[in-house]
């Protein structure tokens, strides 16, 4: 009995150190990739959110997104074009959002040349035109995203 007892033991133990062994590694890659993207040159378009959100903020997401995988296929599939969501209510993307001042629905267009960043806050062009005027929308996002690939 005790060495069924002990074998078990042994294999939770076992099972577990594998878990571990392998969050490691897929931590470790994660940090080499990310310490990878730093270097290049790209620009990364930020939707910051909470749980809740209204109309605009949906349409910001929406249309924003769209821009990037439509009007810049070739750049993002290349990752010279980045499009990323960031829920501000979980504890990663609080992290994120402390790092940029974001308490609220929000959006960056960044540029990153040489591992520095150049940060643009559209987030009040984004309120005032996501909804009311589409178009004028997708194009400053799309004219900013332009600007920065130079």
């Known amino acids: 009995m005790l060495f069924v007892v002990l074998r078990i033991i042994i294999n939770i ?3 577990m150190m594998k878990r571990n062994l392998l969050l490691v590694v897929l931590s470790l890659f994660a940090l080499l990739t990310m310490a990878q993207g730093k270097g290049k040159n790209y620009v990364e378009v930020l939707y910051f959110h909470g749980k809740q959100r209204c109309a605009t ?3 910001i997401e ?4 769209e821009v ?4 810049f296929a070739d750049e993002r599939k290349k990752g010279r074009v980045v499009f990323r969501v960031v829920d501000i209510s979980t504890s990663e ?3 994120i959002a402390k790092e940029y001042r974001v308490t609220w629905s929000s959006l960056y267009i960044n540029g990153w040349k040489k591992s520095k960043e150049t940060r643009n806050d559209m987030t009040a ?3 005032k035109n996501a909804r009311s005027n589409t178009g004028e929308f997708k ?6 995203i332009k600007k920065l690939l130079k």
């Open 139 to 144: 194009k400053g996002v799309s004219t900013m």
């Open 62 to 65: 929406k249309y924003a997104r």
């Open 68 to 71: 990037v995988e439509k009007d």
């Open 125 to 127: 062009f984004a309120f």
């Open 93 to 95: 993307g609080e992290k």
């Open 57 to 59: 903020c949906i349409a």
């Open 13 to 15: 133990y076992i099972t």
